[in-house]
Each structure stands twice: as C-alpha cells, then as structure tokens.
C-alpha cells in the first residue's frame, strides 16, 4: 500500500478546514488523522529516528527560503503527534520547509497530521525523497540502498517498491562502492556512468588516482576498460586457492625473477580474478549465515540506516534471547578491494524497534515485542529441583517480554508441531469437536448463542474466538445450542451465505490448544530436536536452546570445562550434529521464545 506523503495544494494546506493548533489546544481535543491544521512552530520536533534525507543542495535551499519569506510555506509538512509528549508533533516529511521557517522566524506552518507507526514514518521520508524529479544516479543509488535497507535487505522488494527492475536496483547499487571524488564527478557530468562501474571494483586510492588522468586526459570508457583489464594483482594477495593458478598463462610467474623483474607473481587477468574472488566471498557468506543467520554486503545498507546491538544496549536478556537470531539483525560482508570478507557483526536494521528496546533498557521497562516470549507453568519445579546431568533444565522464567522477529522457517517447524499436537488432542476433546461444529452454523447462519463475550454476526475470522467460547461452556448447554443453531439455519437463514471460514483450520487447532488445562504439557512434548529444526537456526540461537534446556551442562560434564564453547566454534554442522547424537533427554524441553508464542492465550 502506498502511504500519501501529504503533497497538498495551497487551498488544501491552508483553506477553510485548517485551524491553528497549540499545545494547550490539542490536549483538549482528539486529532485525527489526515487533519490538515495551522501548527505552531514550537508544537513541532524533528523526526526521532532521523531524515532519510542524507544532504541538501545549497542552491535549491536558499530558492525555497526566498518563496517561503515571500509568499509563505505552501505545501503543508507531513507530522505525527509525538509518542510520548502530549500536544507535541514531530516533523516526517517537509523537512526543508521546517527548518526553512524556524530559520525565517514564522511562527505557524501548515501541516498533515497522520497517525504512523515508526516504520510507516520511515516509508513517508523515503517516498518523499525518492520522488523528487531532480534525482541524480547517486540520489538514485542512494533511494536503492534506503530502500534496501527498509526492506532489510529484499532486493526484489526494494526494486518493485521503485518501480525498477532487479539489474538495474544492481547496478545503482554497485555505484556506491565508488569513492566520494568518483561519485561527485559522476554527479557533476566530468564522468559518465560507465566510468564510475568500471571503477567501482577497485580500491578507493586506485580509484582517485584513475579518476584524475581520465578527467585531465579525457579518457573515454572505452580506455578506461581497455587500461583496467591489463591491472596485476599480486596473487600473494588472493583470497581464493591459487592451486589453480600454477601454469596459467596469465600467472607471470614464469618471469618471475627473470632480468631483476619483481619477483612476486602477479595475475595478469583482472576478468578471472574478479569471478574467483567474487565465488570465495559468496562461499564465505554461505558459511558466515550459517553463524549469523541474515548476512548482507556492506555497501547495501546504509551507515545511518543500521545500529550496532550489543547487551550493553539493550540488555543482556533481550540481547540474548530477543536479537540473537532476530532477522532484523543481519551481519554485513565487506566486498571492497583490498578488504573482503571482513565481518561487521549485529546491526540491527529495524530502527524503531532499536529504539524501543534501548529505551526500555535504560527505563528498566518492556520493549514493545513484536513477539512476546511466552513460558508454560512450572508447578512440577516447586516438588523436584533436582534434574539428571544430561536431561533437559526446568523451563526458563522468561520475566521480560523481548522483541524477536523469528526466522520463517523456524517458525513453520514450530507451527507444524504445534498443529500435529492439537490435531492429537484436540480431536477427540468433547468441547473442542462442539466448538467447531457450534461456530462453524453460528458462522454460516448468524445465529448468537447467550453466551458471554460470544460476537454478534460472527464471521469466519472470529472462528477460533468461538470455539475457544465454547470450550469454556457445559457440554449440556453447548449441544442446546447447537440444536438451535441447527434449527435457525434450516428454517431461517436459508439462503445466507456468511461461511468464510476457509483457510482457517491451521489458525483454529493452534490457537485453541490454550483453551486446554495442559496445553504447556502437550506443546512441550511436541517440540522435536531435528536436524532440519536446528539447521535453521544460527550458530547463536542454538547456543541459548543448550544453554536454556541444560544441554551445556550435560556436554560439559561429560567432556570436559568449555568443552561446548569449543563445539560451537567449529561451525553449526558439526554442531548441529552432536547436539542430535549426544545422549541428552530433550522431552522436559521447549524454546522459551519463538514457539509458545504461537498459540494465543485464552479468551477471557
């Protein structure tokens, strides 16, 4: 859905629906969203997260002040009521016109008040900023990466988003792996773009020192790739096995030495460098997702678009348990000459979410989960503490909600447990086969029972609602009502149609396991180590299942002090591998987040 980014007419911004607001004034009234008002200056603040909006063209700037000084700001701002200071709004879009006015001293400003989310805040700046009509190739290349990195690093995505192709998102993209120098003589036309991607490989220093006799010696590009491919590189240097090298006729090896020649052997063909190097950094980011879970190339995301994770941040429970396999925190691989393959790990690319969470660290409150861990009763803990070495822990206390977005495939196995769990209970559970019958003829005939809480004109989406309804109800009472919504069906709504209950039966067994008195039981003894469950995760997640199941204490007792910190640094296959192998009772055990948070609590 495409979000209005508040592009209004003068009569729109200012015309008879506006009306000038001040603190005083909001607090005694509800704003509504798309409201165009007249705003006090001092009502507004910048946005919290930033502009997306990375510099201002001076020229432009100072034409937008001089209309402003002459005939006021036409193009109403887009705000947001503040999150938390009341009567206070923050400026999303229209960022020049602000500061343009504060700098005019005006008083009052035109404005669009919306009701947005952080990462719908986000999406008006990035909307805004990328449909200007003076966008250079570097402003484009600059939209591709911040919507890259909205989109956390879909690029197909991202090119939909901008209504490009995936090549062409691909090589805006490549052009900000040129220096700062290249890519502002490619903005002021000194360079054509052909020049700027055949520099884009090579180092920042080789790539300024080019740049200088192309622009003083007007190489064309022609030139340019004609001296490109005839560059050396020392293979001393290379990241890939040069076994293969030996006896190639681009290896100068054979005149290594020869008439005091440098005697480093160089390769001679920059073309099959490049395809090997490039195959080796794709080998090490296979390897690096296996630890780090989401794994992106530098260049792709933004410095101001990403923030560094760490416990010190956000806590160590959090940190743990909430970004330790978040898909949000992704690790970036450095692709530049010179510097592949270096790892710059945890970089959280959800800002809002960030945010929240260093907040609530530094309130000792909750973050705002986007999923909540949610932990089954104990009450057998408080009869027996004491466990065998090499079985599963009594299930962690998870005292503080942490915010997780969790890997899909995780998530699918976890669902498909607990579905074949409920399938297995919940099939020859009384209550349960009423609820399904009673819903689905309350559904199709609109029929209410008395129930409490029980929705008039129900609808296929309230389906587990009712069932779970039902649950809580006698057995005699429910069959009553299933008589009547029979008899209310046949004789009275004969020619409804208000089924929708399609495609609702997955949600419907899962959701209604929490209406059972030991659905903590039967979830945990669905959870199943496989070796297709535990392949999805990274390297950190299965480090705290081990570490909350008892997994390392077991290993450790039976191998020796660190002797699991040492399994885990070999990589997650052989990880994976022996925490299948080792002999270790996982039946008391179940992921404290990412799993029973699947199933929603009952119905109150």
């Given at each position: 859905?495409?979000?209005?980014?508040?592009?209004?007419?003068?009569?729109?911004?200012?015309?008879?629906?506006?009306?000038?607001?001040?603190?005083?004034?909001?607090?005694?009234?509800?704003?509504?969203?798309?409201?165009?008002?007249?705003?006090?200056?001092?009502?507004?603040?910048?946005?919290?997260?930033?502009?997306?909006?990375?510099?201002?063209?001076?020229?432009?700037?100072?034409?937008?002040?001089?209309?402003?000084?002459?005939?006021?700001?036409?193009?109403?701002?887009?705000?947001?009521?503040?999150?938390?200071?009341?009567?206070?709004?923050?400026?999303?879009?229209?960022?020049?016109?602000?500061?343009?006015?504060?700098?005019?001293?005006?008083?009052?400003?035109?404005?669009?008040?919306k009701h947005l989310s952080d990462a719908e805040a986000?999406?008006?700046?990035?909307?805004?900023?990328?449909?200007?009509?003076d966008l250079s190739l570097i402003d484009e290349a600059?939209?591709?990466?911040?919507?890259?990195?909205?989109?956390?690093?879909?690029?197909?995505?991202?090119?939909?988003?901008?209504?490009?192709?995936?090549?062409?998102?691909?090589?805006?993209?490549?052009?900000?792996?040129?220096?700062?120098?290249?890519?502002?003589?490619?903005?002021?036309?000194?360079?054509?773009?052909?020049?700027?991607?055949?520099?884009?490989?090579?180092?920042?220093?080789?790539?300024?020192?080019?740049?200088?006799?192309?622009?003083?010696?007007?190489?064309?590009?022609?030139?340019?790739?004609?001296?490109?491919?005839?560059?050396?590189?020392?293979?001393?240097?290379?990241?890939?096995?040069?076994?293969?090298?030996?006896?190639?006729?681009?290896?100068?090896?054979?005149?290594?030495?020869?008439?005091?020649?440098?005697?480093?052997?160089?390769?001679?063909?920059?073309?099959?460098?490049?395809?090997?190097?490039?195959?080796?950094?794709?080998?090490?980011?296979?390897?690096?997702?296996?630890?780090?879970?989401?794994?992106?190339?530098?260049?792709?995301?933004?410095?101001?678009?990403?923030?560094?994770?760490?416990?010190?941040?956000?806590?160590?429970?959090?940190?743990?348990?909430?970004?330790?396999?978040?898909?949000?925190?992704?690790?970036?691989?450095?692709?530049?000459?010179?510097?592949?393959?270096?790892?710059?790990?945890?970089?959280?690319?959800?800002?809002?979410?960030?945010?929240?969470?260093?907040?609530?660290?530094?309130?000792?409150?909750?973050?705002?989960?986007?999923?909540?861990?949610?932990?089954?009763?104990?009450?057998?803990?408080?009869?027996?503490?004491?466990?065998?070495?090499?079985?599963?822990?009594?299930?962690?206390v998870v005292t503080k909600k942490v915010a997780k977005?969790?890997?899909?495939?995780?998530?699918?196995?976890?669902?498909?447990?607990?579905?074949?769990?409920?399938?297995?209970?919940?099939?020859?559970?009384?209550?349960?086969?009423?609820?399904?019958?009673?819903?689905?003829?309350?559904?199709?005939?609109?029929?209410?029972?008395?129930?409490?809480?029980?929705?008039?004109?129900?609808?296929?989406?309230?389906?587990?609602?009712?069932?779970?309804?039902?649950?809580?109800?006698?057995?005699?009472?429910?069959?009553?009502?299933?008589?009547?919504?029979?008899?209310?069906?046949?004789?009275?709504?004969?020619?409804?149609?208000?089924?929708?209950?399609?495609?609702?039966?997955?949600?419907?067994?899962?959701?209604?396991?929490?209406?059972?008195?030991?659905?903590?039981?039967?979830?945990?003894?669905?959870?199943?180590?496989?070796?297709?469950?535990?392949?999805?995760?990274?390297?950190?997640?299965?480090?705290?299942?081990?570490?909350?199941?008892?997994?390392?204490?077991?290993?450790?007792?039976?191998?020796?002090?660190?002797?699991?910190?040492?399994?885990?640094?070999?990589?997650?296959?052989?990880?994976?591998?022996?925490?299948?192998?080792?002999?270790?009772?996982?039946?008391?055990?179940?992921?404290?987040?990412?799993?029973?948070?699947?199933?929603?609590?009952?119905?109150?």
């Amino acid at each position: 859905m495409m979000l209005d980014t508040g592009t209004h007419s003068e009569d729109t911004a200012i015309g008879m629906n506006a009306h000038i607001a001040t603190p005083s004034a909001i607090q005694n009234e509800q704003v509504q969203s798309d409201d165009c008002s007249i705003l006090r200056l001092d009502c507004l603040m910048p946005f919290a997260l930033g502009n997306t909006r990375k510099a201002r063209n001076p020229a432009k700037y100072a034409e937008l002040k001089s209309s402003i000084r002459q005939r006021g700001v036409i193009q109403s701002i887009v705000v947001r009521p503040h999150p938390e200071m009341h009567g206070m709004f923050e400026v999303i879009a229209g960022n020049g016109r602000y500061e343009a006015s504060l700098e005019l001293e005006l008083e009052t400003i035109p404005a669009l008040i919306k009701h947005l989310s952080d990462a719908e805040a986000i999406e008006v700046q990035l909307i805004e900023n990328s449909n200007r009509e003076d966008l250079s190739l570097i402003d484009e290349a600059d939209a591709a990466q911040r919507w890259l990195g909205f989109y956390e690093g879909d690029r197909q995505a991202a090119a939909d988003r901008l209504g490009w192709g995936i090549r062409k998102l691909s090589e805006r993209l490549e052009l900000l792996r040129c220096s700062d120098p290249v890519q502002q003589a490619l903005t002021n036309g000194e360079i054509k773009p052909a020049h700027a991607i055949i520099l884009a490989p090579f180092s920042e220093k080789l790539q300024n020192g080019t740049l200088a006799k192309i622009i003083a010696e007007k190489w064309t590009v022609s030139q340019l790739k004609q001296k490109a491919s005839t560059r050396q590189h020392y293979l001393v240097k290379a990241k890939f096995d040069t076994a293969q090298c030996s006896g190639c006729h681009s290896n100068t090896e054979a005149q290594a030495g020869l008439f005091e020649q440098d005697n480093h052997a160089k390769c001679s063909n920059p073309q099959c460098w490049g395809q090997k190097t490039q195959a080796w950094l794709d080998e090490q980011r296979a390897l690096a997702e296996d630890k780090y879970g989401k794994v992106l190339w530098l260049n792709e995301i933004a410095v101001s678009d990403r923030n560094p994770v760490s416990a010190s941040e956000v806590g160590q429970e959090q940190f743990q348990t909430g970004c330790t396999g978040c898909t949000s925190n992704v690790a970036l691989m450095d692709n530049t000459d010179g510097r592949e393959g270096i790892i710059v790990a945890n970089q959280c690319l959800d800002k809002g979410c960030f945010a929240k969470c260093v907040k609530a660290q530094q309130s000792g409150s909750e973050p705002d989960a986007p999923t909540s861990a949610m932990t089954p009763s104990t009450d057998s803990a408080s009869t027996s503490t004491t466990k065998s070495s090499s079985s599963a822990a009594t299930q962690p206390v998870v005292t503080k909600k942490v915010a997780k977005k969790v890997n899909r495939k995780v998530q699918e196995i976890h669902r498909g447990a607990l579905r074949d769990a409920a399938v297995g209970v919940l099939t020859t559970d009384v209550g349960f086969n009423q609820g399904v019958v009673l819903g689905l003829l309350c559904i199709k005939s609109g029929y209410k029972p008395p129930f409490k809480g029980w929705p008039t004109n129900a609808h296929g989406s309230d389906l587990f609602k009712l069932v779970q309804l039902t649950m809580a109800q006698e057995p005699t009472q429910v069959q009553a009502q299933i008589k009547d919504a029979i008899k209310h069906l046949a004789v009275e709504s004969e020619n409804k149609d208000r089924s929708g209950a399609s495609g609702t039966v997955n949600h419907l067994m899962l959701n209604s396991l929490s209406a059972l008195n030991n659905w903590q039981e039967t979830a945990v003894a669905a959870w199943t180590p496989t070796k297709e469950l535990f392949s999805a995760h990274t390297i950190g997640e299965l480090t705290t299942i081990a570490t909350e199941s008892g997994f390392v204490a077991a290993y450790n007792t039976a191998n020796g002090e660190r002797a699991f910190t040492k399994l885990a640094g070999k990589g997650k296959g052989g990880l994976v591998k022996v925490m299948l192998e080792f002999e270790f009772d996982w039946s008391a055990y179940a992921p404290s987040t990412g799993y029973f948070d699947l199933v929603s609590p009952p119905v109150k």
